[in-house]
């Protein structure tokens, strides 16, 4: 009986804690966010990437240039080029991990440039395969909302990270719809305007979704 008794006090004790920790650690990460803004090479995903920071805005940045740069400095000029695979697997283990951190965070919504999906867009503009891994990853991590950009000719520019040219641009564009499609996203398209327009476009969108 004392036991009994005992055992119901520590419930009551550390019912009130769990709830607190619920609160506070599981609860924002089921009300964040996850918007993607994805769009081929030049696109001005970074410019409006930089500007949703400067208002203050959580964003991961994209990661591929990263790995290309480290490439570079292992030997290897152009990765995703010679070795489609390994890149790209590198790639989806970052974007995957991108997703997961957002998930951790307290703020309401999380800005990521590019999603998991692209990894397999590109993948499909070469026409290379790639494992079930990767499709998996697509199903089981869920964005809230995309919004892309079209390629944009005036404001488009190569250099030693971007290989693509604008044509080339225009058909990643088209490997991105289909595959955001593929696994059940609704896009949203971006307008051409200027950087304030567009981000004020995204998120006026999302305030209305």
């Known amino acids: ?16 804690i769990l709830i ?12 964040t966010q996850r918007i993607v803004i994805t769009g081929g090479p030049g696109t001005g995903k970074t410019s409006i990437i930089n500007e949703l920071t400067r208002r203050n805005y959580k964003c991961l940045e994209e990661i591929s240039r990263q790995i290309t740069l480290q490439a570079r400095k292992d030997g290897v ?13 590198l790639l989806l283990n970052g974007r995957k991990e991108q997703f997961y951190e957002a998930h ?7 800005f990521l440039d590019r999603g998991i999906p692209d990894v397999l867009a590109y993948m499909d503009f070469i026409g290379d395969s790639y494992p079930e891994t990767f499709i998996r990853a697509c199903e089981i991590n869920r964005y809230n909302q995309i919004f892309i950009l ?6 488009y520019i190569s250099d030693s990270e971007r290989y693509e040219n604008f044509d080339q641009a225009i ?6 719809i289909n595959t955001y499609s593929k696994y059940g996203y609704n896009l949203i398209d971006v307008p051409f305007e200027s950087v304030k327009k567009r981000t004020d476009f995204i998120l006026n969108s999302i305030k209305s979704h």
């Not at 058909?171 to 991105?176: D, F, Q, R, T, V």
């Open 171 to 176: 058909e990643i564009h088209e490997h991105l």
């Open 77 to 89: 000029e152009q990765l995703f080029l010679t070795k489609p695979l390994m890149f790209s697997e």
């Open 150 to 155: 079209a390629p944009w000719q005036d404001i």
């Open 1 to 16: 009986m004392f036991l009994r008794c005992a055992n119901i006090h520590f419930v009551y004790f550390l019912f009130p």
């Open 20 to 31: 607190t920790i619920f609160t506070a650690k599981i609860l924002p990460s089921l009300n």
């Open 104 to 110: 951790n965070m307290e703020d309401n919504i999380i």
